[in-house]
C-alpha cells in the first residue's frame, strides 16, 4: 500500500518535470556530488578490530602514516635539491604529492576529520571517501566504485613508486618494490571472522570537568614547522605515536599476559592508560580533532589542551598553566615507563629522544658559491655592484682597490643590477622572487622591494631616473616602474625572453634583446625581436627582426648613437646536428642594431675555433672597441669597431644580408684580440674612463680586471666564493664550457639557456634531414620525470648525456664518467621555480577551480562516460603529472617515424612554449583546438570554448 | 509589426554586406523609415538663431590617397595618428602630412577584414577586431594574433574591441572575450555568465570603470569592472521597434553601438538611437528629430549633450541635446555635394550647401578627435576639420565658422579639401 502511495506520487510529480529531469528522478538517481576526503580517522571506525584485521592499526605502524612526517627528514631537503625544488619539503606540492594525502585538493574538498599530516592514508589509493564511506554503500563494492571508492592497482602504486632519479641519489637504495610492499599493506581479514564495528570503552574520567583533548593536529598547527624544529614530525615517527597500534599486535599479548591482561587489547582500560592521550589523565572528553589512533600524543603528558592550545594562550605561560598546561617532570614519565614490562628506563636518555627543540635544525650545506652574473659600476665609478646569483646578493668591490667590501643581501637569483643616474640607489633583479631589490647605495641595505613580472631579467632606469624598466623574460614583458612611488604603471609586450637593455647615447631610446626566438612556422628558421622603446612615451616604437638568429642577449649602444651592438648565436636547427661536421649547427656572433632599423650579423666565429656562447657586450667611451664575452669558452673578444663598420660599408647589401651572416672567415678582419678569462665570463662593464673593464667571472666567483689600453687581463677580484668545487659545481663548469664540443661551438647552455628552453625545435638525429624533429625540453626538475628524450627511450641522465651525446651533437670523445657524474648532478638541481599562477598555499581563482573539475572529469558535457585512458589525470597524474610512459595521442606528422611520445610533465607548463614533441603547437589551446580532433589526446571537443580556457588556467597551476 | 529574428538577422549582416556593396548601388531602405517631417515646436527658450556648430570643411581619402579599401569599417584616432580598419587592410594616416601607411595580409596583418580598433593609451598598442579572424595586437610594427584555436578567443568574427585597464575586450558573434595582457587569462561572457538573451556582440566600449557591450537582441549590457557584475539595458517594449511608451528604455534590443562619456550612455541601434542619463531615457527617431535613419550603425559620444550616430542614409550628430538640436550631414548621390541640415525638435532651421561632406551616406564607423571627427564610410573615410569648433549652441556661429575654417585653412592644405 505504501509503495503503491509512492509511486503514484511520483507519478503526479513527474507531470511537473521536464522530460530529461524526470527519467533520472523516475531512475530514483541523485544528483553526484563531490566527494572530499575525510580522512584515516573516519576509515578506521569501521576497518579496525580483529574482525577486520586490525587495518588502521597496521597502517598508523606503516610507513604511509609517516609519509609527511618523513619530509622533515635532512634527506627530504636534500632530494628537494636533487628535484630542483627550492622549497620546504613540507610546503612543496610535488613533494606532498606523494608524502600526504589529498594535497591537491583545497579547502572545501577537506573534511574537518581530515588532516594532511596524517601522510598517506587509506584515500590516497582508494579516492576521497565522503560518498563511499557509509558502511551500507561500502558493503556493496559496485555501489562503492560508483560513489568513487578506487580499487588500485600495482600501477597506482607506481605512481608514486615508480623510481624517482632523485630518491634513489640520495637514499643510496633501490626503489620499492611495489609487488611485495602490496603484501606487506595488504588488508586482509581474518577467515570466518564477522565484520563487526571496533569498540572502544568509555576513558574513565571522560565526564570530568575541565579542558577537552584537542589531539595532536591541533598541536601540529603550530609545533610542526621548521621553525619549531619539526616537533610534530618528530613526534610522528617516534614510539609514542604508534603506541595504540601495537596494542594490536601480536608482540603485545604475551606482554600483556605477564600483566595479566588478557582479550583484545585495544580495550583494555588498563593498557590504554599508558597507550593513549585520552585514557592517561582526566579529561572531561575529548573535542572532534582528537583520535584514539594518535596513541600517546603531546596531551598526554601537557594535560587536556582545549583551553589552552590558543596560540595567544601559549604564548603565556601565565594564561598557559592555569587553562590546562601542564608542567612536565620526571614523574610524568615515570607514571607509565617506571619498570614497564621490566623494561629499564633512563628518564635522561629518554627525555633527549623526544626532545622537542624550538628551533629550526642546522642544514649543513655544501659550500655557498657566487656566481656573479653582471656588473654594474656607480656613476661616480669608485664602487662596483655585482649581481650574485647563486648567493642572493650583490657584492660591493671598491673599483680602486678591487676588493670586495660589502654583501648586501638581495632576493633569491639576483641577475641584473643598475643604479640610478645620480648614485643612490642601485635596482637589482631578482628571477627566482619574480621582485627587484632596491638598494640605498649609501647604506648599502635593501630599503624597498618592487613586484615585478616573471623572472626579471634586465634592470636599467631612463637618463632622468624617473623610470625604471625592467624585462620579464619568462612572461615576454617590460614592467615600467615609476621610480618615485615604486609602483610598476604599465607593462608593454616585449619579444619573447626579453633579456637585457641599453639607453640610446641621447637617452631617447632603449634598446632591448630576447633571448628566444618569435613563432615561426613549423620548420622555418628563427626570427628573433630586438625590441626598441621610446622612452618619452615609454611605449614599444619598433620592432627590429633579427633572421635566423636567437639567443640574443647582451646589448651596447656606440656612442654616437648610430647603431647598437648585440651578441646573438645562430642555430642551425633545422638540420641534423650531426651535421656540425660540416662547420653547422651552431654559430656565433654580433648583430649590428642600425638606428633606422636596419641590421647587420657578422659571426666571431672562426675556422676551427668558435666564439660560442657570446653573451654580453661593452663598448669603450671613445666608440673604437666592442668587448664581448664568450661564456662557455672563458675569452673576451675585441672588436675593432672602425674595423668592422668601414667592412660592412663596403660591401654589397647582398653580402651584408647573404655572406657575412654565415661567414666564418669574417672575425679575422674585425676582432683584433681574445683575452682569456676565468671560468664563464657572463656580464661585463667598461668604467666611465673608457680605462678598465670588468668581467663577471660567473663559474669563478669573481670579476676579470682588463686593462683597456693594453687589452690584458690584469687583475682578479675574488668576491669571496669557496675554494672547493664540488662535484655539482664541476658539473656546472662542464655545463656552460664549450670544450666538449667540436670546434668548441656550443656548449649545453647553448640549447639549455641557464637550464630551460630555447624554443627551438630541433633535428637530432642523422637519419634524413628534418626527418624526427623534436622539441627543446626544459632541464628545470627534470631528474624525478625519467626516462629522457620524447620517444623516452633514454632511463637516466648518464645514458641520456652519454656516449648518444658524442655521436649525435658533440661530435668529440663523450664525457668522461667523473664528468658525467657531476654534469648529472648539476642538472638535477637546476631549480624549478615557484608556479607562478598559484603561489604556495594560495587557493584556486573561480576560474582555475572549474579547471581542475574539467582536468578530474570522467564524463563528458553530455553525460557519457570518459574512457579511462582518454582522461587527463590517467596519464598525467599529481605530483609530476606524467606516468612516464610513452603514449600515442594522435600527433604524429609525416617526419616523424614513431608515434608513441613520452608523457611530459606539467609542472610550470606555461613556461616553456611551444608544445607537443615536435613543437608544432604555440599555445597551450592548440594542443587540442589543432592537434586533438579525434580525441586522441584526452576526450576535449565536446568541451566548450570557456571550458577549454578555464582548463588552461588549471593546467598553468600545476 | 514584429520583426523576426531571422529578418533582423539578415539586416544585421546587410550592415557590412552593404559597406561593400554600397559604391555600386543606394543602400536599402527599411520598412521603417519614414522622411524627416518637420512638424515639430521650437523650443521656446532657445532662440532659431542659436546655433550648433556645422562642420563645412572636410576631406575625403580613399584608395586613391592610399587607402588599402574604400570600405571602411573602423576609425580611430590617436594623437596625430588615424587608424584605419577597411575590408582589405589596416592603414594609418599621418595627420599632419596626409600620409598613408597601409598594411595589407601580405604585410603581415593577421586577416584582412578590420572592423574594430581601439588603441591602449599606455602602452601604444592598437588592438585590431577581425571580421573572421579574430585579434590582432599591433605593437612596433608587430602584429600578434589571437584566434579562437591559438587563444582563448572566443570567436573570431570581432564586431568590437575595447581597453579597460589591462584588459582587452572583444565583442564577437559568439559572446564577449576579456583577455588580461598581464596575466594571460582568457574569460569568456555568453549566456551562462552574463545577462545575455543572445550572445552575438556588436560592440564593446568602456568608460569610467564600466564596459559596455550592445549585443544583438539583448540590448546593452554594462559591466562593473570593480564588482564584476552586469547590468542590462533593455528595451521595455520586448522586441517591437514600434516604441509603445516613449522614453521607458532602450528603443530595441537590437543594439550596434553604446558610447558612455560624462554621465551620458548613448546607444545605436537598428531602429532609432536613444540616450541615458543614468535617471532618464530619450529615444531618437529619424521622423521626430531630423537623424538621417534609424537604421544605426555605431554611435560616439563627445559630451553629455552631443552624440553622433552613423547610419546607412548619412551622419546624424545631436549637437546640443538641451536644445533637442541635430545636425545631419549627407551627400547628394547625383551632385556629389554635401549638406548639412539643422534640426530642432524635427524642425528645419537651415540647410548649409557644401562642396563635400561625407565621403558617402552609408557610414558604419565614426571617431571624434578633438574638434575633427573622422566618419569611416562605403566610399572612403572622411575628416571632418571642426577648427573653431565650439560645443553647445551660438548665435549665427555656424557662419563664423565656416569663415573661421576658411581663414584658417593655409594654402594647400591636403585637409582643405580644395586648391587654393
Known sequence: MRFKAALLLRFLAALALPLPLLAGWLRGEEKERHPVFVGARVCASCHDGKAMGRQATCWCQSKHAKAYASLAAPEAGKIAVWSGIPQEPQEAAVCLGCHATGAEAEDWEKDDTFFLKDGVQCEKCHGAGSEYADERIMKDRDAAVRKGLEIPTLDDCLKCHKEKGSHTAVLKRPPVDVAAGMNLIAHRRPAGERAARPTLPEPPAANHPGSKYTGVMACAECHGAPAMGYQFSKWCVSKHAEAFAVLGTPAAVPIAATMGVQGDLQASIACLKCHTTAYHQPASGGLGSYSVYEGVGCEACHGAGSDYAREAVMKNRTRAAPAGLKKIDRETCLACHQDAHGKPFDHPTALKAIAHPTQAPEVVEGPRYKTPLNVAIRPDGKELYVACEAANSVIVVDAAARRQVAEIPVGGQPADVTFSPDGRRAYVSNRLDDSVSVIDVRARRVTATIHAGDEPHGVLTDRAGKTLYVLNTSDESISVVDAASLKEVKRLAAGRGPWSLALSPDGSRLCVTNQLSRFVKFRMPSMSEVTMVDVKSATVDHRIVVPGANLIQGVAWHPSGQYAIVTLLRTKNLVPMTRLLQGWTITNGLGIIWADGRVDQVLLDEPGQCFPDPTDVAVTPDGRLALVTSSSSDRVAVVDLPRLIGMLRQASQEERETVFPHHLGKAAEFVIKHIATRTSPRGLAIDPAGKTAYVASALDDSLTVIDVRTLEAVGRVDLGGPAAITKARFGERIFHSAKNTFHRQFSCHSCHPDGHIDGLTYDTMPDGIGVGPVDNRTLRGILDTAPFKWEGTNPSLQRQCGARLAVFFTRVQPFTPEEITALEEYICMIPRPPNRYRPVGAKLTEAQRRGKAIFERTRTNDGRVIPKEKRCMTCHFPPLYTDRLRHDVGTRMRLDEVGNFDTPHLNNIYDSAPYLHNGIADTLEEIWTRYNLEDKHGVTNDMTKDQLNELIEYLKTL | ?420
Not at chain 2, 546655433?51 to 563645412?56: D, E, K, N, Q, R
Not at chain 2, 572575450?177 to 552575438?200: C, D, H, L
Not at chain 2, 561632406?357 to 572622411?382: E, Y
Request: with cysteine; charged share 25%; hydrophobic share 40%.
Open chain 2, 1 to 420: 509589426m514584429k520583426v523576426r529574428l531571422p529578418q533582423l538577422r539578415i539586416l544585421v549582416l546587410g550592415g557590412l554586406v552593404a559597406a561593400g556593396m554600397a559604391c555600386q548601388q543606394a543602400p536599402p531602405r527599411l520598412k521603417t523609415e519614414g522622411a524627416p517631417p518637420s512638424a515639430a515646436a521650437v523650443p521656446a527658450a532657445v532662440p532659431a538663431d542659436q546655433l550648433p556648430y556645422v562642420y563645412t570643411r572636410w576631406k575625403h581619402f580613399t584608395v586613391r590617397e592610399g587607402l588599402p579599401n574604400d570600405h571602411i569599417f573602423a576609425v580611430k584616432a590617436d594623437g596625430p595618428r588615424v587608424w584605419v580598419g577597411t575590408e582589405d587592410g589596416l592603414a594609418c594616416l599621418d595627420k599632419r602630412t596626409g600620409a598613408i601607411r597601409a598594411w595589407k595580409e601580405k604585410d603581415g596583418l593577421p586577416w584582412r577584414v578590420v572592423t574594430a580598433i581601439d588603441v591602449d593609451k599606455r602602452t601604444g598598442d592598437v588592438w585590431l577586431g577581425l571580421f573572421g579572424g579574430g585579434l590582432a595586437r599591433f605593437s612596433g610594427g608587430r602584429f600578434d594574433h589571437f584566434n579562437q584555436l591559438n587563444s582563448g578567443l572566443v570567436n573570431d568574427v570581432v564586431y568590437g574591441v575595447a581597453i579597460e585597464h589591462d584588459n582587452v575586450w572583444a565583442a564577437t558573434t559568439a559572446g564577449a572575450s576579456r583577455y588580461n595582457v598581464v596575466t594571460g587569462q582568457w574569460t569568456v561572457f555568453t549566456e551562462k555568465n552574463a545577462p545575455m538573451e543572445e550572445i552575438w556582440n556588436y560592440s564593446v566600449s568602456y568608460d569610467n570603470g564600466k564596459v559596455y557591450l550592445g549585443v544583438w537582441g539583448s540590448g546593452c549590457l554594462e559591466f562593473d569592472v570593480a564588482t564584476e557584475r552586469w547590468k542590462p539595458y533593455l528595451d521595455p517594449d520586448g522586441e517591437m521597434e514600434i516604441d509603445l511608451y516613449r522614453d521607458d528604455g532602450i528603443i530595441h534590443v537590437i543594439v550596434t553601438g553604446a558610447s558612455h562619456v560624462d554621465d551620458a550612455l548613448w546607444i545605436s541601434t537598428y531602429f532609432g538611437s536613444c540616450r541615458y542619463d543614468g535617471r532618464h531615457w530619450r529615444g531618437f527617431y529619424a521622423q521626430e528629430t531630423g537623424l538621417p535613419s534609424d537604421f544605426t550603425n555605431n554611435v560616439k559620444g563627445r559630451s553629455s549633450r552631443e552624440g553622433w550616430f552613423a547610419t546607412d542614409k548619412g551622419l546624424g550628430v545631436v549637437a546640443d541635446f538641451p536644445s533637442d538640436t541635430v545636425v545631419s550631414y549627407t551627400r547628394d548621390p547625383q551632385t556629389l555635394r554635401g549638406k548639412a541640415t539643422l534640426y530642432r525638435s524635427g524642425k528645419i532651421l537651415k540647410v548649409v550647401d557644401m562642396e563635400r561632406s561625407v565621403p558617402h551616406n552609408f557610414i558604419i564607423s565614426l571617431d571624434i578627435d578633438g574638434n575633427d571627427a573622422w566618419i569611416g564610410t562605403a566610399r572612403g573615410l572622411g575628416w571632418a576639420i571642426g577648427t573653431g569648433y565650439y560645443p553647445g549652441l551660438r548665435k549665427g556661429a555656424d557662419r563664423r565658422a565656416g569663415r573661421a575654417a576658411e581663414a584658417a585653412a593655409p594654402a594647400g592644405d591636403p585637409a582643405s579639401g580644395k586648391r587654393r
